[in-house]
C-alpha cells in the first residue's frame, strides 16, 4: 500500500485548542480558504444550469474554454491562447497531485519545485513513484540531478511567501528547462491579488515575453477558488502546451477526471466578469492593511508578501514558539515548517477571515504589543 506521509495540518490540532481557549474566541488566520459569499452572479449561474442530465465532457465545453482563452487575453496579457489547448479541473489541487503520473513520470525521475512551498508539489511527485528536489532555480542542482529532471513546478505568486517572480526570472527558468526537454508548470492561481508594484498583474508563464510565443512543454494552473469566493465548486482549468494537452485530456478521460456541467456554466460566467474580482480583491486590501501594522506590532517581519491572500513572517525564532505565543492570543496561524525546511522560522496569517475577527485579531495583536 502507497503510504504518505501524515496530512501536515494534524500538527496544529494542539494549538487550535489553545486557541480555542480564549475568551473572545478563536481567530482561525491559517488556512486560506474564503470567508465571503459567492457572488450572486455566479450562484444564479449555476442554479440556472443544474436540468444537466447527461455526462459533461473532460476537455470542457467549447463555450467554456474561449471564456477562459479570452480571460487570458484581457487580464494574463496572453492573446491568441487556442481553446484547444484549456481544460477546465476539478479544482487546482488535484491537478498538482496528479500532474506527473498523467505526465507519465515515474521512478527515477526528478520533480523539482520551489524551496518554500504547497506540499502537494511533493505528494504528486510521490504519486507518481518520482523523486522530488527543493530548488528555486535549476543552476542549484547537480549535473546528476539535472539529467533526471522532468517537470519543475514554479509558484508565482507564491503560497506561502507572495513571492512574485519577474518576466526575467521565468524566462530564464523556461529556457533552462527547455534545455533539459523538462515540463514547466506553472501554478499562478493568486495571479488576481498583486499588491503594490504588482496591482495591475503579475508575469504568467504562457505570456509571450515568457515564453517567446512557443508554448511547447509549459502549463499554466489557475484557480478561481481565490479570486471568485469558488473554492466550493472546484473551478479551476490548466492551459498551454499543444504538444502535452491531447494525452492529458485522454488520460482524465479513463480516470473520469470531470468538471461537474453546471460548475463550467459558473466558470464561464464568472471569467466574463471582471467586477466581483475587483470588489474581493478590495475587500482582501483591506483587511490587509489592517493587520500588517498590527503585526508588525507584535513583533514580526513581513517577507516578500507583494501578491496573494498571505503575509509570511518571522519574529526570528523558533516558527512553533510563535505559533503558540498567537494562540494563546487566540490567533491560529499557519507554521512555516509545513512548506519545507526554508520555512524555519516563519508563520503564515492568511486573510481569509471575516471582517469581524480581523478586527478582533487587530485589537488582540495591540494589545500585546
Same mark, same amino acid.
Given at each position: 500500500m502507497l503510504t504518505l506521509p501524515d496530512y501536515p495540518w494534524n500538527a496544529m490540532a494542539p494549538y487550535v485548542e489553545r486557541a480555542a481557549a480564549h475568551p473572545q474566541g478563536v481567530v482561525n488566520l491559517s488556512i486560506g480558504t474564503p470567508v465571503d459569499p459567492t457572488p450572486e452572479l455566479l450562484r444564479n449561474a449555476l442554479a440556472a444550469a443544474t436540468d444537466a442530465p447527461g455526462y459533461p465532457t473532460t476537455h470542457g465545453t467549447v463555450e467554456l474554454r474561449r471564456a477562459i482563452s479570452a480571460?487570458? !487575453?484581457?487580464?494574463?496579457?496572453? $492573446?491568441? %491562447?487556442?481553446?484547444?489547448?484549456?481544460?477546465?479541473? =476539478?479544482?487546482?489541487? !488535484?491537478?498538482?497531485?496528479?500532474? $506527473?503520473? %498523467?505526465?507519465?513520470?515515474?521512478?527515477?525521475?526528478? =520533480?523539482?519545485?520551489?524551496t518554500v512551498a504547497y506540499p502537494t508539489y511533493d505528494i504528486g511527485a510521490r504519486l507518481a513513484g518520482a523523486e522530488s528536489v527543493a530548488a528555486d532555480s535549476l543552476g542549484e542542482l547537480s549535473e546528476e540531478q539535472l539529467s533526471r529532471v522532468k517537470l519543475v513546478w514554479v509558484n508565482s505568486p507564491g503560497n506561502p511567501t507572495g513571492i512574485v517572480r519577474s518576466t526575467q526570472e521565468l524566462r530564464g527558468l523556461v529556457d533552462a528547462a527547455r534545455a533539459l526537454g523538462a515540463v514547466v508548470a506553472s501554478d499562478e492561481c493568486y495571479a488576481e491579488l498583486g499588491w503594490g508594484q504588482w496591482e495591475d498583474g503579475v508575469p504568467g508563464v504562457l505570456e509571450p515575453a515568457v515564453s517567446g510565443g512557443d508554448l511547447t512543454n509549459l502549463l499554466a494552473v489557475y484557480s478561481m477558488s481565490k479570486q471568485s469566493n469558488l473554492a466550493g465548486y472546484r473551478a479551476a482549468f490548466v492551459a498551454g502546451a499543444p504538444n502535452l494537452m491531447p494525452a492529458l485530456i485522454n488520460n482524465r478521460k479513463h480516470a473520469g477526471m470531470i468538471v461537474p456541467a453546471p460548475v463550467q456554466e459558473a466558470m464561464r460566467i464568472g471569467l466574463g466578469d471582471d467586477s466581483h474580482v475587483?470588489?474581493?480583491?478590495?475587500?482582501y486590501r483591506e483587511r490587509r492593511a489592517r493587520l500588517i501594522p498590527a503585526l508588525e506590532g507584535f513583533g514580526l517581519r513581513i517577507d516578500h508578501s507583494e501578491a496573494g491572500l498571505y503575509l509570511w513572517c518571522t519574529a526570528g525564532e523558533d516558527?512553533?514558539?510563535?505559533?503558540?505565543?498567537?494562540?494563546?492570543?487566540?490567533?491560529?496561524?499557519?507554521p512555516g515548517t509545513l512548506y519545507g525546511t526554508a520555512g524555519d522560522g516563519f508563520v503564515r496569517i492568511a486573510?481569509?477571515?471575516?471582517?469581524?475577527?480581523?478586527?478582533?485579531?487587530?485589537?488582540?495583536?495591540?494589545?500585546?504589543?
Amino acid at each position: 500500500m502507497l503510504t504518505l506521509p501524515d496530512y501536515p495540518w494534524n500538527a496544529m490540532a494542539p494549538y487550535v485548542e489553545r486557541a480555542a481557549a480564549h475568551p473572545q474566541g478563536v481567530v482561525n488566520l491559517s488556512i486560506g480558504t474564503p470567508v465571503d459569499p459567492t457572488p450572486e452572479l455566479l450562484r444564479n449561474a449555476l442554479a440556472a444550469a443544474t436540468d444537466a442530465p447527461g455526462y459533461p465532457t473532460t476537455h470542457g465545453t467549447v463555450e467554456l474554454r474561449r471564456a477562459i482563452s479570452a480571460w487570458y !487575453e484581457r487580464r494574463r496579457a496572453t $492573446p491568441g %491562447l487556442d481553446p484547444e489547448d484549456i481544460m477546465p479541473t =476539478v479544482g487546482s489541487k !488535484e491537478l498538482v497531485a496528479w500532474l $506527473p503520473l %498523467l505526465l507519465g513520470i515515474g521512478a527515477g525521475d526528478l =520533480v523539482v519545485r520551489p524551496t518554500v512551498a504547497y506540499p502537494t508539489y511533493d505528494i504528486g511527485a510521490r504519486l507518481a513513484g518520482a523523486e522530488s528536489v527543493a530548488a528555486d532555480s535549476l543552476g542549484e542542482l547537480s549535473e546528476e540531478q539535472l539529467s533526471r529532471v522532468k517537470l519543475v513546478w514554479v509558484n508565482s505568486p507564491g503560497n506561502p511567501t507572495g513571492i512574485v517572480r519577474s518576466t526575467q526570472e521565468l524566462r530564464g527558468l523556461v529556457d533552462a528547462a527547455r534545455a533539459l526537454g523538462a515540463v514547466v508548470a506553472s501554478d499562478e492561481c493568486y495571479a488576481e491579488l498583486g499588491w503594490g508594484q504588482w496591482e495591475d498583474g503579475v508575469p504568467g508563464v504562457l505570456e509571450p515575453a515568457v515564453s517567446g510565443g512557443d508554448l511547447t512543454n509549459l502549463l499554466a494552473v489557475y484557480s478561481m477558488s481565490k479570486q471568485s469566493n469558488l473554492a466550493g465548486y472546484r473551478a479551476a482549468f490548466v492551459a498551454g502546451a499543444p504538444n502535452l494537452m491531447p494525452a492529458l485530456i485522454n488520460n482524465r478521460k479513463h480516470a473520469g477526471m470531470i468538471v461537474p456541467a453546471p460548475v463550467q456554466e459558473a466558470m464561464r460566467i464568472g471569467l466574463g466578469d471582471d467586477s466581483h474580482v475587483q470588489t474581493q480583491k478590495d475587500l482582501y486590501r483591506e483587511r490587509r492593511a489592517r493587520l500588517i501594522p498590527a503585526l508588525e506590532g507584535f513583533g514580526l517581519r513581513i517577507d516578500h508578501s507583494e501578491a496573494g491572500l498571505y503575509l509570511w513572517c518571522t519574529a526570528g525564532e523558533d516558527t512553533w514558539l510563535t505559533i503558540g505565543r498567537l494562540a494563546d492570543l487566540g490567533i491560529v496561524a499557519g507554521p512555516g515548517t509545513l512548506y519545507g525546511t526554508a520555512g524555519d522560522g516563519f508563520v503564515r496569517i492568511a486573510l481569509t477571515a471575516t471582517d469581524e475577527r480581523i478586527d478582533s485579531a487587530v485589537e488582540r495583536l495591540n494589545a500585546a504589543h
